[in-house]
């Protein structure tokens, strides 16, 4: 996994900036309930987000939470005052807090699915009776759009999604949370080029794919070879899925 406090200063510019960051607050906010008064933004990074979901609905209340030091620092800029650092495991506020909890971009990150597991449980744990969580699945699988470049890296080993659609919902249901809405918002600026791939390559960022490792350098090779080394191809569609916590009774 890549490190996100080195990661930090670079984050923005390297994944779409503020029209990817605009098209997914659009989104994460079309399935807020208009009446919610307080959402959290676990695993918010930099806050390029969780800012357009504050300044958006200014009778909405939004907290930023993330572990790492450099990236809640980063947010807390732009919150100043509303962002905490702090594990999506344990989730550091009592029960039935929030009317809003996202999680966008996380849990394709997670080791393992009992981590997945645990984010989703805190999540549903400090959502009011009512109340919505929404996260983003199928991250990396959203990368895929049909091009050379896939083509050339399809063979490729992968880990495990522990952000599928189906594991995502079978955890949500099993702490209380129906199926609420979905969503879908392009990834702006994030179309990969064969030259921008081998560069990820080469810093680790597929991560079965450690740098200097013989398959590594075959895939760097082959991508070497692809026509307009410059081109982004097309940019990826990412998925969002809402689950609702039932009112009591």
Partial sequence: ??????????????????????????????????????????????????????????????????????????????????????????????????????????????????????????????????????????KAAAHDVGSDIDAVLAPRPRRPAQDSPDQVSAYAEEFGLRPAGTARFRGHGQGRSPRTTTADLRRGWFTMLPPGEPLTERFAAELELLPDQERPRADPEFTILAFRKPSSG
């Fill in 1 to 138: 996994m890549l490190d996100y406090d080195k990661e930090a200063d670079a984050y923005d510019a390297t994944r779409g900036g503020e029209p990817r960051a605009a098209a997914a607050a659009e989104a994460v906010l079309g399935l807020v309930p208009q009446d919610a008064r307080g959402l959290l933004d676990v695993a918010c990074g930099t806050g390029i987000v969780t800012r357009r979901l504050a300044a958006a609905r200014p009778g909405l209340r939004v907290t930023g939470l993330d572990a790492a030091p450099a990236m809640a620092r980063r947010a807390a800029a732009r919150l100043p005052g509303a962002v905490l650092l702090a594990d999506s495991r344990q989730l550091p506020f009592p029960d039935g807090v929030f009317d809003a909890v996202t999680t966008v971009w996380l849990l394709h990150l997670v080791d393992g699915p009992a981590d997945a597991r645990a984010i989703i449980a805190e999540c549903a744990r400090v959502l009011r009776a009512g109340g919505v969580y929404i996260t983003t699945v199928d």
